[in-house]
């Protein structure tokens, strides 16, 4: 039985080796910020969690980044400030928080990953940054139509 229990014991922490959990997520976050400077947000939606893809639609998501791009600017540059691990019920969660700058100001980013190894993905991007917010872009009025009244 402790042999078993021994196995099991190594087992657990090999698959959840916080170097490695490290490693996986410093290289999602590189990946996010390439994707973020080209504007490529597919690529963000579809390496992101299935539950990151329940939790807002793809014209919200898509609206949400393309106003961050906006406002903030190209990624440059960011350091770790912080990260915690945790496995609860057979669930890992990573957490980093990183001290960033972009084109047009400083940003607090965390970044929340699921899972481990090649099943890692982006749960949440926490960003807090002091550029200003980028108002939506308003459609404008088809042709012919403006300031016109219905009926007339």
């Given at each position: 039985m402790r042999k078993i229990l021994a ?57 949400f980044m393309s106003r961050m791009r ?49 099943d890692m993905a982006l749960l949440n ?28």
């Amino acid at each position: 039985m402790r042999k078993i229990l021994a196995v099991t014991a190594v087992a657990l922490l090999a698959a959840c080796n916080p170097m490695e959990q490290m490693d996986g997520a410093e290289t999602l976050i590189e990946e996010f910020h390439a994707d973020f400077n080209e504007s490529d947000f597919n690529a963000i939606w579809n390496g992101a969690s299935q539950e990151f893809r329940e939790s807002l639609t793809r014209a919200e998501f898509d609206d949400f980044m393309s106003r961050m791009r906006t406002s903030v600017g190209e990624y440059q540059d960011g350091s770790q400030v912080g990260f915690n691990i945790n496995t609860n019920n057979g669930t890992t969660l990573t957490e980093i928080t990183l001290d960033t700058t972009y084109e047009n100001g400083t940003a607090d980013e965390v970044f929340t990953f699921i899972g481990t190894g090649d099943d890692m993905a982006l749960l949440n991007w926490n960003i807090d940054s002091t550029a200003p917010w980028a108002e939506p872009e308003v459609a404008e009025p088809a042709p012919g139509t403006a300031g016109e009244k219905p009926g007339v």
